[in-house]
């Protein structure tokens, strides 16, 4: 054991010594794995970001939430796509949550756009109509004053919930509970601020919006009968499908709607959406691993040529080497741990410079809504993906410089 120990620390100075010979072939040698390492974590913690930030922005949407939508209408062999119908109505909404023992709490939901005013300032903004469970279903906390409850929903009472956003562009600094806004005329009383949720996919500002009793924007705004959709939060994640089909089964029955026949409305789960938008983005993140991987290979028939240059340098000492008792495998294992340990250093490095593209990533203006996450399995790939390509592309010139013959090396000037 001692006598292994000490025979593989000579091999290792002797190939750090024929290492260092040449520094600076031996950095650039090894700067193909340090950039072939480095990129492969820099890719895959782009791609883990993206997935993270998927996640997120799906847990943020809500608590085992599902929504249910009107479904496509076919007028004259017109199809006209999903929300054609107006088939959602408020006793919908009460019979799911009375009916579907897998169902939580119910938001129905309406939805309008209007300019609404305080004083002297005004602001365009989306007005959401909903029900008293909105923010338990959303999962939304209240930065100041309350949500609505449900004698104000019943009631159709002129109160309202505001966006961060909207907030911000009307009161400023000052308190906006209590406060008097008027969309599209109507007088409504401020009963709360929800706090700031932020751009959800950087497509819309979810904070860019104003709750109202969903009761109020069915008469005074929009003047409809009908609802736009239905929020459900389901009792636990564990009972999303099961709600989901019980939701179906009790709007096909309650809509009569023949065996066969396609649903007037759409039942859609946000889980199976997430779970689809994270294979995505895992097929993402491995298509920019493999394409990071080929600078690995780059890498690697660098490290080969090298050493096959080191090979013809050395044949001498290689012969003198052969002369004093080296066998073939003690020539093998020189050249292969050179080629291993150049291989490891640059992976060393490559680490250390994956980790800060990472971070320098995340600070440039164009990625700042995208995270980077560098996950360990991606480091511990990229190592041991460094110390295969040393092995590989190491054994050729170790195996050519163990077959030499002695006396021609010897010969070779």
Not at 41 to 50: F, K, L, P, R, T
Not at 98 to 118: G, K, T
Not at 361 to 384: A, N, R, Y
């Amino acid at each position: 054991m001692k006598s292994a120990l000490r025979h593989f620390i000579q091999t290792m100075r002797v190939a750090l010594r024929a290492l260092t010979r040449n520094k600076m072939r031996t950095f650039l040698t090894a700067l193909g794995i340090i950039i072939g390492v480095g990129a492969v974590i820099a890719m895959v913690s782009i791609g883990e970001g993206a997935k993270v930030g998927i996640q997120e922005r799906f847990n943020s949407m809500g608590t085992n939430l599902l929504f249910v939508y009107p479904g496509s209408r076919n007028m004259a062999g017109v199809r006209t796509g999903a929300g054609g119908w107006t088939s959602l109505k408020e006793d919908d909404a009460k019979a799911i949550l009375d009916d579907c023992d897998a169902v939580q709490a119910i938001s129905p939901s309406v939805s309008s756009r209007a300019q609404v005013v305080y004083g002297n300032k005004n602001w365009s903004t989306s007005i959401q109509g909903a029900g008293a469970m909105y923010t338990v279903i959303r999962d939304w906390a209240m930065d100041t004053g309350v949500f609505f409850d449900d004698g104000m929903v019943r009631a159709a009472s002129k109160v309202c919930v505001l966006g961060s956003e909207v907030k911000n562009n009307l009161f400023g600094a000052e308190d906006a509970v209590g406060q008097i806004i008027r969309i599209k005329q109507i007088p409504f009383r401020v009963l709360g601020v929800l706090t700031s949720k932020g751009q959800s996919g950087g497509f819309f500002n979810r904070d860019d919006m104003i709750a109202i009793p969903y009761t109020t924007c069915m008469r005074r705004l929009s003047g409809i009968t009908w609802l736009n959709s239905i929020d459900v939060s389901a009792v636990s994640a564990d009972r999303t499908a099961e709600a989901q089909r019980q939701i179906e089964d009790l709007l096909r029955d309650r809509h009569h709607i023949a065996p066969g026949a396609d649903d007037d409305f759409t039942v859609r789960n946000v889980a199976d959406v997430a779970e689809t938008a994270a294979e995505s983005t895992k097929i993402m993140t491995i298509l920019l691993g493999s394409v990071a991987s080929i600078s690995l290979l780059v890498g690697g028939i660098g490290i080969m040529n090298i050493m096959l240059v080191s090979v013809t340098e050395r044949i001498r000492e290689i012969g003198i080497r052969m002369a004093v008792g080296a066998r073939e495998r003690d020539i093998l294992l020189q050249f292969l741990t050179e080629a291993v340990v150049l291989s490891l250093l640059g992976g060393i490095i490559g680490i250390g410079f994956g980790f800060a593209v990472s971070k320098v990533l995340g600070k440039i203006e164009i990625f700042s809504q995208m995270k980077t996450v560098v996950s360990p399995g991606s480091v511990l790939l990229s190592f041991c993906f460094a110390a295969a390509v040393g092995i590989f592309f190491g054994f050729y010139p170790a195996r050519k410089a163990s077959k030499l013959d002695p006396i021609e090396a010897l010969r070779y000037e």
